[in-house]
C-alpha cells in the first residue's frame, strides 16, 4: 500500500512537492528521462568517491559512503538495462540547472566544518528530491513495470538522504545542522518554483 504524498513530503522535509504535471510530461520523454536518471546515479556515485578521498580521515563516513558507491552504480546499470530493453538510447549528458543552483549556493572558503556540512547536506537534499520524484513516477506513469521500477528507487534514496543528514550529525553540532538544513529547504522551495516544469530530467 503506499504512502500518502503528504506523508513523504513530511519525512524528507520538502517544502514543494513536485508539479503534477512532471510525470506526465517525463511519460512522453521516456527516452530522455531514462538517459538524466541514469547520468544521476553515475553522478551520485562518482561524488561519494570524491567525498570519501577529501575526507579519508572521517572513519564513519568512510565506511558508510563505500557500499552507498557500490549500490549507486547498481542502480546506473539498471537505468541502462532498462533502456536497453526497450530499445532506446542512452543520450548525452546535459547541464543539471538544479544541482549547479545548489552548488552555488553552498558556503565557499568558510570553515572547514561548514564547508562539510553544506557538502553532506546538499546530497541529503538532491536525495530527497529524487525520493520523491520517484514517488511520484511509482504512483503517476501508466506503466506498471515502471511504476514498480521507480517504488524500488523510491525506497532506496529514502534511505540515503537520512544517511547523509546523520553523518552530519556526526560532525556537526545539531543545532548547527538543523538551522543550515532549514535554510536549504527554503532555498531549494525557491528554486522548485523558479526553474521550468520539463519532463527530460530528473530534477
Not at 558556503?107 to 553532506?120: A, M, T, Y
Not at 538532491?126 to 506498471?144: H, V
Request: hydrophobic share 40%; with cysteine; charged share 35%.
Amino acid at each position: 500500500m503506499s504512502t500518502p504524498l503528504t506523508d513523504t513530503k513530511n519525512i524528507l522535509g520538502l517544502q514543494l512537492p513536485t508539479d503534477p504535471r512532471w510525470v506526465n510530461l517525463a511519460e512522453i520523454s521516456l527516452e530522455e528521462i531514462l538517459t538524466d536518471h541514469a547520468y544521476c546515479e553515475q553522478k551520485a556515485a562518482t561524488s561519494c568517491i570524491s567525498l570519501i578521498q577529501r575526507y579519508s580521515d572521517k572513519d564513519k563516513l568512510v565506511r558508510e559512503l563505500a557500499p552507498i558507491v557500490t549500490e549507486e552504480w547498481g542502480h546506473f546499470r539498471l537505468v541502462l538495462q532498462e533502456l536497453d530493453k526497450r530499445k532506446l538510447r542512452l543520450g548525452k549528458q546535459r547541464k543539471d540547472e538544479y544541482v549547479n543552483a545548489l552548488m552555488n549556493f553552498q558556503k565557499k572558503g568558510g570553515h572547514p566544518e561548514e564547508v562539510l556540512l553544506d557538502r553532506l547536506l546538499i546530497f541529503a537534499l538532491i536525495e530527497a528530491r529524487s525520493c520523491e520524484r520517484f514517488k511520484r513516477l511509482s504512483e503517476g506513469l501508466d506503466d506498471e513495470y515502471l511504476r514498480n521500477f521507480y517504488r524500488r528507487f523510491m525506497e532506496s534514496e529514502a534511505g540515503h538522504y537520512r544517511l547523509f543528514i546523520e553523518l552530519a550529525d556526526t560532525y556537526v553540532d545539531k543545532d548547527k545542522v538543523r538551522k543550515r538544513w532549514e535554510e536549504w529547504l527554503a532555498f531549494e522551495a525557491d528554486l522548485m518554483l523558479r526553474l521550468e516544469v520539463r519532463g527530460d530530467r530528473m530534477h
